[in-house]
């Protein structure tokens, strides 16, 4: 009679052990199921501006032998940024890459020396400045989390000036830059960026690189140029 209650009360313990056991592995499941999933990359619609250094550089040193010097822009463009991945948690570059387009208002200038050979009276200086709409679609690669990354970015944008602003040491100087030259009302080229995003504040650099001139003779000896805007603004996402 012992043997057989000392083999019920055995076999009593092992299924409360294996029972145990069993909630506890449950238990487990349930809190590794609980756990919340790491903060996904969301699209981004941000605004952001600055200032820019504006800068012609020509190829054409015969041309009234003038000398370039920079001027004072600015840029204000409203963005999009959407990244690649964004439904597949497990992909090796979720969040690293992105596409977006940015469109807005900018500028591109520079002043001119025109003293040279020509020997014009008084002060010999245009300032040419251009506002323009702006289009630059971008690829962005992140380093970092939605909470603090920093990022580059490469672009091809296109620019059309809506306004032109001439500013001449003198009026008849004016006049004659006009009737010496035609404008060239758009440009396109590449854009380069580097930053940090904080949350939802943004720090940036980049350079725009217009392959198009400000302006033309309206000769044969057309001017020959890029434009190359350095830029510096801050940004907020939203």
Same mark, same amino acid.
Request: proline share 4%.
């Given at each position: 009679? /012992?043997?057989?209650?000392?083999?019920? $009360?055995?076999?009593?313990?092992?299924?409360?052990?294996?029972?145990?056991?069993?909630?506890?592995?449950?238990?487990?499941?349930?809190?590794?199921?609980?756990?919340?999933?790491?903060?996904?990359?969301?699209?981004?619609?941000?605004?952001?501006?600055?200032?820019?250094?504006?800068?012609?550089?020509?190829?054409?040193?015969?041309?009234?032998? %003038?000398?370039?010097?920079? $001027?004072?822009?600015?840029?204000?463009?409203?963005?999009?940024?959407?990244?690649?991945?964004?439904?597949?948690?497990?992909?090796?570059?979720?969040?690293?890459?992105?596409?977006?387009?940015?469109?807005?208002?900018?500028?591109? #200038?520079?002043?001119?020396?025109?003293?040279?050979?020509?020997?014009?009276?008084?002060?010999?200086?245009?300032?040419? $400045? /251009?506002?323009?709409?702006?289009?630059?679609?971008?690829?962005?690669?992140?380093?970092?989390? %939605?909470?603090?990354?920093?990022?580059?970015?490469? #672009?091809? +944008?296109?620019? +059309?000036?809506?306004?032109?602003?001439?500013?001449?040491?003198?009026?008849?100087?004016?006049?004659? +830059?006009?009737? @010496?030259?035609?404008?060239?009302?758009?440009?396109?080229?590449?854009?380069?960026?580097?930053?940090? @995003?904080?949350?939802?504040?943004?720090?940036?650099? #980049?350079? $725009?690189?217009?392959?198009?001139?400000? +302006?033309?003779? #309206?000769?044969?000896?057309?001017?020959?140029?890029?434009?190359?805007?350095?830029?510096?603004?801050?940004? @907020?996402?939203?």
């Amino acid at each position: 009679m /012992k043997k057989y209650l000392f083999a019920t $009360l055995m076999a009593v313990m092992g299924v409360c052990a294996q029972a145990q056991i069993v909630s506890s592995s449950s238990s487990r499941v349930i809190r590794f199921v609980d756990e919340k999933p790491a903060e996904p990359f969301k699209p981004t619609r941000y605004v952001k501006g600055g200032f820019s250094v504006l800068n012609f550089i020509s190829e054409n040193d015969d041309w009234m032998s %003038p000398s370039y010097y920079s $001027l004072t822009g600015y840029n204000l463009v409203f963005g999009y940024d959407k990244p690649f991945f964004q439904d597949k948690t497990d992909a090796p570059l979720r969040g690293c890459i992105s596409w977006g387009i940015e469109a807005g208002l900018s500028s591109r #200038g520079t002043g001119i020396d025109l003293s040279g050979d020509y020997e014009l009276s008084g002060d010999d200086c245009v300032e040419v $400045l /251009k506002h323009s709409l702006i289009v630059n679609p971008k690829l962005t690669f992140k380093i970092g989390s %939605p909470k603090f990354s920093w990022y580059y970015d490469l #672009g091809a +944008f296109v620019r +059309f000036d809506y306004a032109t602003g001439i500013d001449a040491g003198y009026d008849d100087l004016e006049t004659l +830059f006009q009737e @010496w030259t035609e404008d060239q009302n758009v440009d396109a080229g590449l854009s380069l960026g580097t930053g940090f @995003w904080i949350n939802r504040f943004e720090i940036g650099f #980049g350079v $725009l690189f217009g392959f198009s001139p400000l +302006f033309s003779t #309206g000769t044969e000896n057309e001017i020959e140029g890029m434009t190359i805007s350095p830029q510096f603004h801050i940004g @907020w996402a939203f």
